[in-house]
């Protein structure tokens, strides 16, 4: 088998549920920072109070067998305790930031557990390191559709649509230019790393996306949707996962 590649095996379809009632499939990925393992997705994707959505659990899918791809486990994560969120979210001065960090605790995962995540080397150590028009990878779960015999998501080409380094409109966001679906929310957002370092990774995680962009003035008999996406920095992933200074809504 090849080495693990982060952009499969570090990335996860999350099923949301309330009670044992099914509601929404997402896309999220593994960010491990020392010896703490979170699993990162769209805010959205575990509460949503705009539109109802408000899941008490989720599940994940996890890999146990490196020669048989087909054997894998399921991980069931509740999503309060004492009657509050177990996941970190966090504000910025333009307001919340449509991405979460829940904290899996090592030992509940399973033996074997073929999971490549993404640490802190895969943050970008500069925005001048990228530019608009630049490739990207986006790996996910479109509409629920991957390799169901594998459980591997597929992964979309994208580009970065608009400048890199600038809050678009005052958000901590960038667009990028992809043809995405739902199903997408909380997927990393990669581009390839052009460094020659050795132990560089061969991915910089960029961003995680959020939701797609549309015009409410479009004529939908007319024109075409934008094809542009919302992708939070994943910046912010750094004090999602830090010790102390979460922040809350």
Do not use: K
């Amino acid at each position: 088998m090849r080495q693990l590649d982060e952009a499969l095996f570090g990335v996860t379809r999350v099923l949301t549920f309330s009670g044992g009632r099914g509601l929404t499939a997402a896309s999220g990925f593994f960010f491990q920072r020392d010896r703490r393992l979170f699993l990162v997705t769209s805010r959205h994707v575990l509460s949503d109070v705009h539109v109802g959505h408000a899941p008490d659990r989720i599940e994940i899918v996890i890999h146990t067998d490196a020669r048989d791809l087909t054997v894998r486990t399921t991980l069931s994560i509740l999503l309060h305790r004492d009657g509050r969120p177990v996941w970190h979210e966090a504000r910025d001065r333009a307001g919340a930031i449509d991405v979460a960090a829940l904290e899996i605790e090592l030992g509940v995962m399973p033996a074997g557990s073929l999971v490549r995540p993404f640490v802190p080397a895969h943050l970008s150590s500069s925005f001048d390191q990228f530019q608009v028009g630049d490739r990207l990878a986006i790996p996910g779960f479109p509409l629920g559709f991957f390799d169901t015999v594998h459980h591997l998501p597929v992964v979309r080409q994208a580009s970065i649509a608009s400048s890199y380094g600038v809050r678009f409109q005052g958000q901590g966001s960038f667009l990028t230019d992809a043809r995405l679906h739902r199903g997408c929310s909380g997927a990393p957002v990669l581009a390839r790393s052009e460094t020659s370092q050795p132990g560089r990774p061969r991915w910089c995680l960029i961003g995680v996306h959020s939701s797609r962009l549309d015009m409410a003035t479009r004529d939908v008999v007319l024109d075409e949707s934008l094809g542009l996406n919302c992708a939070w920095y994943a910046d912010v992933l750094m004090p999602l996962t830090a010790d102390v200074g979460f922040a809350r809504p």
